[in-house]
């Protein structure tokens, strides 16, 4: 079975712009959640999506936004890019909402410049 | 606010010995925690977890102990070994896991020198 992917892998973007990172869960999960990764901050979670809706959400600036489609794919979306969104942005999915089962993709690495 | 902290960025263990990584948190409502193994290029990977009403779970080499009156938890390794040279990251959860929103740490680099 495939695992998480993550589209692109590496991307790089100028402050102000925006960017799109897509994300394919594992076939049949239908929980999608989405992390940055910064030094020193650790993992901080963006939001979860669950069959399409917006299950839970973390505390970042509306700038970030979100969505899932009716295949499970999630794309996530940041808007008037500002160097410190630079990050790695992880995917995870699951089967339902529980954490333990919860897999990861290998990420999306931002820089703005 | 950090709600889940790993005080000690790196830790070196020799082959063989015990590695311990240590995580404290301050929200007294977290009822499920987690530790999670990050490889370079990798995504995290699910190791070991723990509900809040237990002070000790094991998986073969890894146990993870609770002490929720210190609201800390740490990780054992028995016997460490080179490829679990990673970085570890402990997380925490509210609803007993039953929900993917984690807190994580900032991580402690393990190096397993051979």
């Known amino acids: 079975k495939a695992g998480v992917t993550q589209t692109p892998r590496y991307l790089i973007k100028t402050r102000g712009q925006q960017v799109t990172l897509s994300c394919s869960p594992i076939?049949?999960?239908?929980?999608v959640s989405w992390y940055q990764q910064t030094p020193g901050q650790g993992l901080q979670f963006l939001f979860e999506?669950?069959?399409?809706?917006?299950?839970n959400k973390g505390n970042f600036p509306g700038r970030f936004s979100g969505r899932q489609f009716s295949n499970s794919r999630s794309e996530m979306n940041v808007s008037t890019l500002e160097l410190g969104d630079s990050a790695l942005y992880l995917c995870?999915?699951?089967?339902?909402?529980?954490?333990?089962?919860?897999?990861f993709g290998p990420g999306t690495r931002l820089t703005v410049l | 606010d950090q709600q889940v902290k790993q005080n000690s960025p790196s830790l070196s263990v020799q082959e063989g010995r015990i590695s311990i990584l240590n995580c404290d948190y301050t929200?007294?409502?977290?009822?499920?925690f987690l530790w999670y193994k990050k490889y370079p290029a990798e995504g995290p990977t699910f190791l070991i977890s723990?509900?809040?009403?237990?002070d000790k779970n094991e998986d073969g080499r890894f146990t993870v102990f609770l002490n929720k009156s210190a609201k800390h938890l740490s990780l054992h390794i028995v016997p460490s070994q080179p490829g679990d040279s990673a970085v570890y990251f402990c997380?925490?959860?509210?609803?007993?896991?039953?929900?993917?929103?984690?807190?994580f740490g900032t991580g402690t680099l393990l190096a397993v020198q051979p």
């Open positions: 999506y669950f069959s399409e809706t917006q299950r």
């Open positions: 929200n007294s409502m977290f009822d499920y």
């Open positions: 076939s049949g999960h239908r929980s």
């Open positions: 723990i509900s809040s009403i237990k």
């Open positions: 997380a925490a959860s509210l609803y007993g896991g039953a929900t993917n929103k984690l807190i």
């Open positions: 995870a999915s699951s089967l339902r909402g529980s954490s333990t089962e919860q897999f």
